[in-house]
Every structure is written in structure tokens, then in C-alpha cells.
Nanobody, 114 residues
Framework: QVQLVESGGGLVQPGGSLRLSCAASGSISSINYMGWCRQVPGKECELVATITSDGTTNYRDSVKGRFIISRDNAKNTVDLQMNSLKPEDTAVYYC????????WGQGTPVTVSS
């Protein structure tokens, strides 16, 4: 089992920045890669960014150049730095860990509004 706890969401104006953090605990060695997805009401959670244990990253096209995913293997944390935020980035953001099972955090809301 893997437990994930997110922090860092909130309200920000368009053009602003937020940093989300995710702390993983439990069966860390079973994790192949980690990532963040975001969900708005009525839609599935869309994958925003992923990062492997060796630091290889992938991003959704709509966030490329604005979001940066990073991880600290010693601290078992994954962060998502979100810059130049847009109203369409508004969603609940979930931290994911991928092994034989996809694990989810509890989610942290991000609202981009003036």
C-alpha cells in the first residue's frame, strides 16, 4: 500500500503561481512513477504531468512551459510548480503513484480566478 498526502492548493489570480506538494509513504519501493492529474466536475481526471524515478518527465500539452514536476527521492515527495496559471487550470489536483495499482491522494483544490 502507498499513502499520498497533498498540500499547497488554493485561490490564485490569473497569471499567478502555486506549488503543490505530495508526500508518499508506505511501499515506496513498489512505485514505478508518480504524477499529478486534475479533475473538474463531470469529467475524468486528466493526467497533467508524470515523473519517473530517474527524473524523466512528461507533460500534458496544455501545461508545457508553465508547469514543472519534480521529485525528491530521499524525501519521497513530488512537487508540481504551476506558473502562468489560467482560469482553465481550475480543478481538484490529485497526486498519483503508479505501481501494479494506481494510488490516489485526497486531492487539493486549485482555483484560478480574479
Amino acid at each position: 500500500q502507498v499513502q499520498l498526502v497533498e498540500s499547497g492548493g488554493g485561490l490564485v489570480q490569473p497569471g499567478g503561481s502555486l506549488r503543490l506538494s505530495c508526500a508518499a509513504s508506505g511501499s515506496i519501493s513498489s512505485i514505478n512513477y508518480m504524477g499529478w492529474c486534475r479533475q473538474v466536475p463531470g469529467k475524468e481526471c486528466e493526467l497533467v504531468a508524470t515523473i519517473t524515478s530517474d527524473g524523466t518527465t512528461n507533460y500534458r500539452d496544455s501545461v508545457k512551459g508553465r508547469f514543472i514536476i519534480s521529485r525528491d527521492n530521499a524525501k519521497n515527495t513530488v512537487d508540481l510548480q504551476m506558473n502562468s496559471l489560467k482560469p482553465e487550470d481550475t480543478a481538484v489536483y490529485y497526486c498519483n503513484a503508479f505501481s501494479m495499482t494506481k494510488y490516489w491522494g485526497q486531492g487539493t483544490p486549485v482555483t484560478v480566478s480574479s
